[in-house]
């Protein structure tokens, strides 16, 4: 079964099994209406930041599907019946962490792209980024899933350890390249794009620490509190990172629609006829119109 890397342990008390079980239902919700919100406040943007919100829309709806898979699979790992005094014992169907990695190897290249589409560069700046930063992120989730699924600690280190260059790689073009990017943009939305660039730089340190958890082993970092430890640092990081970012992603796709059109400035704009989208302001009128 793996058990001695924390893949799957033998038993999860009461406790443990309820909070992985709020944790899977909680990201799988808010996955859903983070990316309806986003879906629907398309037409408060520009027409050419769309496509950012549109990416983190999908970001958050891969996320959520492969959520729905992990906490069906979590159900059959750990079936119900237990009570307090009783665990939840581990069933023959093992606990695939694998699901993540599926996820991520779609949506942490999704992030990338909508993190450059909200910044609305020259196509050949854009495109030039992203031939550096989306084949690094894949690189760099192929190469820990071999490591997560593993059972010995030797193979875990070395596919962790391939897996850190292209992350080292990507840490390089966010802080450096990125950087004469961030520069030319708005001076209102500089600070905000900086501060999402550390978050999701930080988000994703979330994801090595959780990912040696079975190395570290020990009470409380191996067994069942460490396997319910990983899953909150995962869930967790994954909210922030996907649900929260994009949130972020249209923060700054609105300060920036209304610096460039008026139209799309809420103190200014009054609704567009019948499709939600913003119209030029009517003459002789500046307030919204109820």
Request: glycine share 8%; aromatic share 12%.
């Given at each position: 079964?793996?058990?001695?890397?924390?893949?799957?342990?033998?038993?999860l008390s009461a406790v443990q099994y309820s909070?992985?079980?709020?944790?899977?239902?909680l990201v799988i919700a808010s996955m859903i209406f983070t990316a309806l919100y986003l879906l629907f406040s398309r037409g408060r943007v520009a027409p050419r930041y769309r496509n950012a919100l549109v990416v983190s829309a999908i970001v958050c709806g891969i996320a959520a599907y492969h959520y729905i898979r992990i906490f069906d699979n979590f159900q059959a790992s750990y079936p119900a019946g237990a009570t307090i005094?009783?665990?939840?014992?581990?069933?023959?169907?093992?606990?695939?962490?694998?699901?993540?990695?599926v996820d991520w190897l779609l949506t942490v290249p999704l992030l990338l792209i909508e993190t450059?589409?909200?910044?609305?560069?020259?196509?050949?700046?854009?495109?030039k980024l992203l031939w550096k930063l989306v084949p690094a992120s894949a690189a760099m989730i192929a190469l820990g899933y071999p490591g997560e699924i593993t059972s010995e600690v030797g193979p875990r280190l070395l596919w962790g350890t391939l897996s850190t260059i292209p992350f080292i790689y990507l840490l390089w073009v966010l802080f450096v390249e990125l950087t004469r990017s961030i520069d030319r943009q708005p001076p209102q939305v500089q600070h905000t794009i900086k501060m999402l660039r550390l978050a999701l730089?930080?988000?994703?340190?979330?994801?090595p620490i959780a990912y040696l958890f079975p190395v570290i082993g020990g009470d409380f970092f191996g067994g069942s509190d460490g396997f319910v430890l990983r899953q909150a640092g995962y869930s967790i990081a994954d909210i922030l990172a996907k649900a929260a970012y994009g949130l972020a992603i249209y923060k700054i796709a609105r300060v920036k629609s209304s610096l460039e059109d008026p139209a799309y400035?809420?103190?200014?704009?009054?609704p567009g006829p019948g499709d939600g989208t913003a119209a030029r302001p009517t003459p002789g009128r500046d307030t919204v119109a109820a």
């Open positions: 079964m793996g058990t001695d890397t924390g893949i799957s342990v033998p038993e909070t992985v079980y709020n944790l899977f239902s005094a009783d665990p939840h014992l581990l069933s023959n169907v093992e606990f695939n962490e694998g699901y993540r990695y450059v589409a909200v910044m609305a560069l020259a196509k050949s700046e854009a495109r730089v930080g988000l994703w340190g979330v994801y400035d809420d103190d200014h704009a009054v």
